[in-house]
């Protein structure tokens, strides 16, 4: 009870009524589903109060390792903090009711040193959920997620954020879901040696046949398999041999904006079937194809630079500012973000929609969306496109629930068929490491 009160008295104060059950305060009663006279911003409200809002990728804990070498007491996340898009100040005005927290390890992290510092971000993220016990609580499962909500604490779960973090170990797979990672993005920005990212040559064909075992072992396991950061061919070859539903843990349309992170129509149409969820991405970049092509455009003008004036850094540098002043940069907005997620919507279905905002991974937000605090906005917003109170519920987190409740029972009835995948054992230590 002393939990509740705490959390509901920090978003009282936000102006976020996220208080729930029959402990609330009947005189701060949100107005009731159906009434005419309800704004959207109350109409957010009320259904963040009802729903646990479940966003698929944040990188706080990597800002723990960059700003703070991974010591939880010199990063106070306790009042807010202009360096950083999440905050406990800032949460409690978004009304988020589930994190996934990004274990991120970038790629030039490879061999054994990309388990060791896996299992370092894992450990922060654990030191972080325990250092706020009335604001976080640990999460394994679609059950715990609920029971964390009811709880007023935002439940708290793990997702490695690319393939390279196992070292091509189902050993290391396992031991990563015993220690409470729930997702696994494929790859990151490069390929592994098993599957095939969308920003790098492909060399597999999407897959590898180990790549299938993995993606087998996960469907066995429990562990939600994200096609997040992987090339089309591996978003196929994944669908083809899932037994589970899958998730894109944070990517966009690539109907609105043909950024080779984010999904084809015809794979947002097989995820209906599979039954799997895209979360929507707040990435910039993701979001408006005017500032993608924009970024194009910069790049060439670097390379141009590069070319004409070599090793004169002081020179290309001043060339690309010059150029920037003259060619201002698009801005991505909330709205952009909305036309994302209403594309899914018609291409998918409501039932294959979520969020995914990519906060603290990215420099900025867009308009509108600059943090974690803001999530109410478009949830107004996609109110007053018209979009009715079971569409933002599912969108807000009961699909994610589903898709859990899914690959947690088809992992029960596989364990009970399947002995556990047992890959090539390494004789040696990786070269990489």
């Given amino acids: ?63 723990y390792r960059a700003k703070a070498q991974n010591d939880v007491e010199k990063l106070d996340i306790t009042k807010r903090d202009p360096r950083l898009q999440t905050d406990l100040p800032k949460l409690a005005e978004g009304g988020l009711g589930a994190q996934f927290w990004s ?60 393939g390279h973090c196992i070292d091509g170990s189902l050993g290391a797979l396992r031991m990563f879901y015993r220690l409470g990672v729930r997702y696994m993005t494929l ?14 040559d492909g060399k597999c064909g999407g897959l590898s046949e180990f790549g299938r075992d993995v993606v087998r072992e996960m469907n066995r396991l429990g562990m939600l398999v994200d096609i997040s950061h992987v090339s089309p061919e591996t978003m196929r070859a994944t669908l083809d041999v899932t037994r589970a539903p899958v998730i894109f843990s944070h990517s966009s349309a690539r109907a609105l904006c043909d950024h080779v992170r984010n999904v084809p129509d015809d794979v947002l149409k097989r995820l209906a079937t599979n039954g799997g969820l895209c979360m929507v991405t707040f990435v910039p970049q993701f979001l408006s194809e005017r500032l993608r092509q924009w970024t194009e455009r910069r790049s060439a003008e670097q390379e141009r630079l590069r070319e004409k004036l070599g090793d004169d850094d002081k020179g290309r540098t001043a060339g690309l500012k010059q150029w920037e002043a003259r060619n201002p940069a698009p801005r991505a907005t909330l709205a952009d973000a909305a036309d994302h997620i209403e594309h899914v919507i018609r291409t998918a279905g409501a039932d294959h929609v ?11 937000g867009p308009d509108g969306l600059e943090d974690v605090s803001r999530y109410a906005d478009l949830v107004a917003e996609l109110i007053r496109r018209g979009h009715d109170d079971d569409t933002i519920r599912k969108l807000l987190g009961e699909n994610l629930l ?32």
């Fill in 103 to 162: 274990v991120y390890v970038p790629v030039s992290f490879t061999g054994g040193s990309a388990v060791t510092a896996t299992m370092e971000q894992i450990d922060v993220t654990y030191r972080m959920v325990e250092k706020y016990p009335d604001r976080f609580g640990l999460a394994f499962g679609a059950d715990d997620i609920e029971r964390c909500f009811k709880q007023g604490r935002i439940a708290s779960l793990f997702g490695i954020e690319g």
């Fill in 402 to 433: 589903r898709v859990f409740r899914a690959v947690e029972a088809k992992a029960a009835a596989l364990q009970r068929e399947e002995a556990p995948r047992a890959g090539p054992v390494r004789k040696k230590p990786s070269r990489r490491s």
């Fill in 1 to 63: 009870m002393r939990r509740f009160r705490n959390r509901l008295s920090i978003v009282l104060v936000a102006g976020l009524v996220t208080a729930c059950g029959p402990e609330s305060d009947s005189t701060m009663r949100a107005p009731k589903a159906g009434d005419p006279d309800e704004a959207p911003t109350a109409r957010a409200r009320r259904l963040l109060s009802e729903v646990p809002l479940t966003d698929g990728h944040n990188d706080l804990p990597w800002q």
């Fill in 354 to 364: 979520g969020i995914g905002g990519d906060f603290d991974g990215i420099a900025h």
């Fill in 187 to 200: 790859t990151h920005s490069k390929n592994t040696p098993w599957a095939d990212a969308c920003t790098d």
